[in-house]
């Protein structure tokens, strides 16, 4: 039917009432009046929010404009990821993990394995995973890959699974719904960190899984009220507030993260740039078949001569922002070995482009580049 910003700007809203807000705000409700038998849409808040059944039909919509989908919403993205994990897995079953996706994908690993999961890893590039397929219950997958932006093929990937009657799950964090619809590339679960690009503004922490199978779906939410994980109704409130730009957020991002990594080409200290939109990138290819083509994400990685080098690039930005995390509207950038988890060189560095205008963040990339260069020996 209709354009991806105009499906986001009415996503999830109630149809026009006389006097009524067009996006209700935040229903803060711990229980509801609940009369006779415990049934009814609204319970008791940890079951149940007006304001995350908004937000979930909403991010419904995005992620599978043309199948019903069942959305979940929970306290983080971490929470999402566990809810699939913890919820599909059992006792002597086996789940096939990226071994290059997200810092914390090792400590769940070790958790897995606590309650006698197998746990088996392979990287993303070259669709590795499907070597390690056989037997296994649960396939994660993690395209683009953070922060190393490995792409593979899902729809490849998710055949291989199911015909081995394997559930395929993929973290959609970095791509967002605008950028790559895995459902509709045949993964059963899409999840994502709404933190990152999702909201956009780096003030929120929220989660989601989206699932066509109401049975899915079913224990994904036990799952959530059993732990507890759920999104605060502010939080809910300012994610569907955040998705009426997602679109102008995306495509300009995306935009600026290819200006970007196309002026980081022509420099001689700037060695393995990463980036899905670049034509010359080993994932391009692969990134256009499944992805949005002006869609590739913020983020941009690369690696500078060593530890010392990368620290004077980053203090010598004036416009972006010395932070973790990515998909913002304010650019920022990070040493990304500060924190240990990553396989990453001590100068590799994870650029999250923003919304400001491509020349003026370009042009304090390379002043800064050009200070970290002529202060130091590298
Ligand atoms: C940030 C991130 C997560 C975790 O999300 P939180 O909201 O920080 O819990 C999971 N997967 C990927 C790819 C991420 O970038």
């Given at each position: 039917?209709?354009?991806?910003?105009?499906?986001?700007?009415?996503?999830?809203?109630?149809?026009?009432?006389?006097?009524?807000?067009?996006?209700?705000?935040?229903?803060?409700?711990?229980?509801?009046?609940?009369?006779?038998?415990?049934?009814?849409?609204?319970?008791?808040?940890?079951?149940?929010?007006?304001?995350?059944?908004?937000?979930?039909?909403?991010?419904?919509?995005?992620?599978?404009?043309?199948?019903?989908?069942?959305?979940?919403?929970?306290?983080?993205?971490?929470?999402?990821?566990?809810?699939?994990?913890?919820?599909?897995?059992?006792?002597?079953?086996?789940?096939v993990?990226p071994?290059?996706?997200?810092?914390?994908?090792?400590?769940?690993?070790?958790?897995?394995?606590?309650?006698?999961?197998?746990?088996?890893?392979a990287p993303t590039a070259g669709d590795a995973q499907l070597g390690v397929l056989?037997?296994?219950?649960?396939l994660?997958i993690?395209t683009?890959?953070?922060?190393?932006?490995d792409v593979c093929d899902i729809r490849r990937l998710a055949e291989a699974a199911?015909?081995?009657?394997?559930?395929?799950?993929?973290?959609?964090?970095?791509?967002?719904?605008?950028?790559?619809?895995?459902?509709?590339?045949?993964?059963?679960?899409?999840?994502?960190?709404?933190?990152?690009?999702?909201?956009?503004?780096?003030?929120?922490?929220?989660?989601?899984?989206?699932?066509?199978?109401?049975?899915?779906?079913?224990?994904?939410?036990?799952?959530?009220?059993?732990?507890?994980?759920?999104?605060?109704?502010?939080?809910?409130?300012?994610?569907?507030?955040?998705?009426?730009?997602?679109?102008?957020?995306?495509?300009?991002?995306?935009?600026?993260?290819?200006?970007?990594?196309?002026?980081?080409?022509?420099?001689?200290?700037?060695?393995?740039?990463?980036?899905?939109?670049?034509?010359?990138?080993?994932a391009?290819?692969q990134?256009?078949?499944?992805?949005?083509?002006?869609?590739?994400?913020?983020?941009?990685?690369?690696?500078?001569?060593?530890?010392?080098?990368?620290?004077?690039?980053?203090?010598?930005?004036?416009?972006?922002?010395?932070?973790?995390?990515?998909?913002?509207?304010?650019?920022?950038?990070?040493?990304?070995?500060?924190?240990?988890?990553?396989?990453?060189?001590?100068?590799?560095?994870?650029?999250?482009?923003?919304?400001?205008?491509?020349?003026?963040?370009?042009?304090?990339?390379?002043?800064?580049?050009?200070?970290?260069?002529?202060?130091?020996?590298?």
């Open positions: 039917m209709t354009g991806d910003s105009t499906r986001a700007v009415r996503a999830g809203l109630p149809a026009a009432e006389a006097y009524e807000p067009s996006l209700p705000g935040p229903v803060f409700a711990a229980h509801y009046h609940l009369p006779g038998d415990a049934t009814g849409p609204y319970t008791y808040g940890r079951d149940s929010n007006p304001t995350w059944t908004r937000l979930e039909a909403a991010i419904g919509e995005l992620e599978s404009p043309d199948a019903d989908a069942h959305t979940v919403s929970f306290a983080s993205g971490m929470a999402a990821v566990s809810a699939v994990l913890f919820s599909c897995l059992r006792n002597g079953d086996a789940v993990l071994d290059d996706g997200y810092q914390l994908l090792p400590a769940v690993r070790a958790r897995l394995e606590s309650y006698g999961i197998e746990v088996r890893t056989d037997g296994a219950r649960l994660w993690e683009p890959s953070n922060p190393g932006l199911h015909a081995r009657g394997a559930l395929v799950a993929v973290d959609n964090t970095l791509a967002t719904p605008l950028g790559q619809r895995p459902l509709e590339l045949g993964a059963d679960f899409s999840v994502a960190s709404g933190t990152k690009a999702l909201t956009g503004h780096g003030d929120v922490l929220l989660g989601y899984v989206t699932t066509r199978d109401p049975a899915l779906a079913d224990s994904v939410r036990m799952w959530r009220k059993t732990v507890g994980a759920i999104p605060g109704p502010m939080e809910a409130w300012l994610t569907h507030r955040s998705l009426a730009t997602l679109a102008l957020r995306v495509r300009q991002q995306s935009a600026g993260a290819l200006a970007l990594a196309t002026a980081l080409r022509e420099r001689p200290e700037v060695t393995g740039l990463r980036h899905p939109g670049l034509p010359s990138d080993p391009h290819e990134a256009v078949r499944q992805m949005r083509a002006d869609r590739f994400g913020s983020v941009v990685s690369f690696t500078l001569p060593d530890r010392a080098h990368a620290e004077r690039f980053l203090a010598a930005l004036t416009l972006v922002d010395d932070a973790t995390s990515f998909g913002g509207v304010r650019s920022t950038a990070e040493r990304r070995g500060r924190w240990g988890g990553d396989a990453v060189p001590e100068g590799f560095i994870r650029f999250s482009v923003g919304v400001e205008e491509p020349a003026d963040l370009i042009a304090d990339v390379m002043g800064a580049l050009d200070a970290a260069s002529g202060a130091g020996s590298s």
